[in-house]
């Protein structure tokens, strides 16, 4: 197997995507599945990179990348050492982000006769779970998508209220991040950006307007997106198909650092079920 990390491609917003690659180097052309990380994730996350193993064994093209504006950098991509890009970030330029790295594999030379250009999927997690399936909605080279304990709503995450005009008038609110105890920043123009495309980030329209099959991948115990949402998606595209994770959480019970070098039985199943859904 053939692993190229931290390949920096050119964003459109000012900073660098940080992407890596997983794949068997045979000259034989491979689908190509695309791996987006949710909110206050990063691609070198927990068993990401196992995850991503497991694809390329199925002899897949596999790449996962870090949002440009996720908070990590070049030199560290791990963890939030640019709060100020952090604050920064928004759906646009989580969606611009990844049609960049889309666009770069087609294009890219060295992968020519690695990459099957006709079977492109996409896989977001949480937040990127939105993310995918609005991209899904709008880029017709994308043949199957899939979320793994994705959000149903943008706009129901944002303050209400008092907390709003607050946030409007400070100009940012900031979230304590458990794990690494950082005060991370939001500023005003993330709620700004999304108003102004109100339209365009609304879920629910894309998944109604999607026309090629779709994958909804939940835990039932997730304690950071309720599998209610899951319902809702697929609800709303009766076509789609859910499958319920028993006893597992939102991140399908691995943890960072995740120091085993198996998965989780929950997560081997996430991964079981896509692999067999792209496959079909």
Not at 203 to 225: N, R
Request: with cysteine.
């Amino acid at each position: 197997m053939k692993t190229i990390q931290n390949i920096l491609i050119d964003g459109l917003h000012s900073k660098p995507i940080l992407t890596d690659v997983f794949f068997n180097e045979n000259n034989q052309p491979k689908p190509i599945v695309i791996f987006c990380h949710g909110y206050k994730g990063y691609k070198d996350w927990g068993a990401w990179n196992i995850v991503a193993k497991e694809f390329a064994h199925n002899n897949f093209f596999f790449i996962k990348f870090n949002f440009s504006h996720n908070g990590g950098t070049v030199e560290n991509p791990i963890d939030f050492p640019d709060l100020e890009a952090f604050g920064n970030n928004n759906y646009t330029k989580e969606l611009d982000d990844l049609e960049q790295v889309i666009n770069w594999v087609f294009n890219n030379e060295l992968y020519e006769n690695e990459i099957n250009k006709n079977q492109l999927y996409l896989i977001g997690h949480s937040r990127a779970g939105g993310i995918v399936t609005i991209k899904a909605s709008e880029n017709k080279q994308i043949v199957k998508v899939v979320s793994w304990a994705g959000v149903a709503n943008f706009a129901n995450r944002f303050p209400k209220k008092e907390a709003l005009r607050q946030w409007e008038e400070d100009g940012v609110f900031y979230v304590l991040n458990g794990r690494t105890k950082q005060k991370m920043p939001h500023y005003f123009q993330y709620y700004q950006d999304f108003k102004l495309n109100e339209i365009r980030l609304n879920i629910k329209k894309a998944v109604e307007k999607l026309t090629i099959s779709y994958l909804i991948i939940h835990g039932i115990q997730d304690e950071s997106v309720d599998v209610q949402e899951a319902h809702q998606l697929h609800l709303w595209n009766p076509k789609s198909e859910i499958c319920l994770i028993e006893n597992s959480n939102h991140t399908f019970r691995t943890f960072h650092p995740y120091t085993k070098s198996v998965l989780t039985k929950e997560m081997t199943e996430v991964v079981k079920e896509t692999i067999r859904f792209i496959k079909q």
